[in-house]
Antibody
């Protein structure tokens, strides 16, 4: 069974930093590109960041570019999101999500999701 | 960026009813669309990708149609567990990856 378990969400002050983690199991993690997707309270999902299976290619939403960094450690079956210069509008549940392997053909979508971790940015 | 507009934004309907949700793209996206179901307090769940392909394990009462700029998600006979918010999502054109605004389905 595919499992994605996020952790690291806390209450943090504006301008602060945080690192989220996602541990994968039930599949060969190194074969899959991965994403972070967030959802603010009462809002729809918002894509945040993407990383290829080998970590060589990353991309970011305009709203987080230059502040957030996605990375992965395939030896630990883990995905990370380093979040710096946090803003109140970054408050959301953050999900890690798996993309099917052949994204060049199939496209970018999310076939498995974690349960999410809540990040609250507040003074 | 391509925009995805879902309609209606809210739907109140009865058990056993046929339900259709529409997603319109601001330009031609071929068949590059996915649909998700999100139950309250849960993560989204993939229902359909490639506009028409049912994800493994998803009940056959769910179906997707469309291509180009107009797409639909149909639930052939609404069940109580289908009370959820449904989102469409564009598969290509990344970055960014775009979602529709959502359709909340409520049971009368």
């Amino acid at each position: 069974e595919v499992q994605l378990v996020e952790s690291g969400g806390v209450v943090v002050q504006p301008g602060g930093s945080l690192r989220l983690s996602c541990v994968a199991s039930g599949f060969t993690f190194e074969d899959y590109p991965m994403h972070w997707v967030r959802q603010a309270p009462g809002r729809g999902p918002e894509w945040v960041s993407f990383i290829t299976w080998d970590g060589d290619t990353t991309s970011y939403a305009r709203s987080v570019k230059g502040r957030f960094t996605i990375s992965r450690d395939n030896s630990q079956n883990s995905l990370y999101l380093q979040m710096n210069s946090l803003r109140i509008e970054d408050t959301a549940v953050y999900y890690c999500a798996r993309n099917p392997p052949d994204y060049f053909v199939e496209g970018y979508y999310f076939d498995s999701w974690g349960q999410g971790t809540l990040v609250t940015v507040s003074s | 960026d391509i925009q995805l507009t879902q309609s209606p934004s809210f739907l109140s309907t009865s058990i056993g009813d046929r339900v259709t949700i529409t997603c319109r793209a601001s330009e031609d996206i071929s068949s590059n669309l996915a649909w998700y179901q999100q139950r309250p307090g849960k993560a989204p769940k993939l229902l359909i990708y490639g506009a028409v392909t049912l994800q493994s394990g998803v009940p056959s009462r769910f179906s997707g149609t469309g291509s180009g700029t107009e797409f639909s998600l149909t639930i052939s006979s609404l069940q109580p567990e289908d009370c959820a918010t449904y989102y469409c999502q564009h598969l290509q054109g990344y970055p960014p990856i775009i979602f529709g605004g959502g359709t909340k389905v409520e049971i009368k």
